[in-house]
């Protein structure tokens, strides 16, 4: 039986993509997750988190791992598709791809998961024996404990190759952050601007702000 869990990693900040993984294995395979201590990704050290990433792609029958940029997740808010379900469409993907028996999914929606594996079922190509969509299951069940750690390793990749790029310190890419907040108010139109999700509710502050001042300059 082959056992999947799915987890996500950059709900939150305004900078950077969100990044959605699936890691696949034989049931016969899931007590070396054991062995390993493979646990969700934020109760692993960053050094181990990396050293983990290498070994869970040894061990997975198969995994998926899908980056969704800003500029994505802005034009699909566009369409109405809220971030819960842009990552079931994206967990559908995964599924579809991986074809496996069980699913364990960390799901956005509590307490009713429910909701979220309705999200995946109404956009799969395939349908697994089971789709267990279950807030906290990174916690619950090392198949989702694997699929958050190759998630947050990729995710913090693509932060650095983004910091490489820009040259210049955003923070931790969270709202709340002082210098995350000072970069997006001075880039949110500039050349960086592809970074910054602008569905986000401060960006949308700062087009407010922008269309009062502009016709206050007019009247």
């Not at 307490?111 to 279950?134: M, S």
């Not at 923070?171 to 880039?187: L, M, N, Q, R």
Request: proline residues 5%; glycine residues 4%; aromatic residues 6%.
């Amino acid at each position: 039986m082959k056992i999947c869990g799915i987890d996500e990693a950059g709900r939150g900040p305004v900078i950077g993509p969100l990044v959605i993984a699936g890691a696949c294995f034989d049931e016969k395979d899931l007590p070396e997750l054991v062995r390993l201590n493979v646990r969700d990704s934020k109760l692993v050290p960053e050094k181990k988190r990396k050293e983990l990433f290498n070994e869970i792609i040894k061990l997975a029958h198969s995994y998926k791992i899908i980056i969704v940029p800003a500029d994505e997740i802005d034009s699909t808010n566009a369409k109405g598709i809220n971030l819960n379900h842009l990552e079931a469409i994206k967990a559908a993907e995964i599924i579809s791809e991986l074809k496996p028996d069980v699913v364990y999914v960390d799901s956005p929606t509590s307490p009713d998961a429910k909701t979220f594996a309705k999200y995946i079922r109404d956009h799969l190509d395939f349908l697994p024996k089971d789709i267990h969509a279950e807030h906290k299951a990174d916690v619950n069940h090392r198949e989702a404990s694997a699929a958050s750690i190759l998630a947050k390793v990729t995710r913090d990749a693509e932060i650095e190759k983004i910091k490489k790029e820009v040259k210049l310190d955003f923070g931790s890419g969270y709202s709340a952050d002082p210098i995350t907040k000072k970069f997006v108010e001075e880039h949110w139109e500039n050349t960086l601007a592809k970074y910054i999700r602008h569905s986000w509710g401060n960006i949308k502050k700062l087009k407010h702000l922008k269309a009062q001042q502009k016709l206050n300059f007019q009247n």
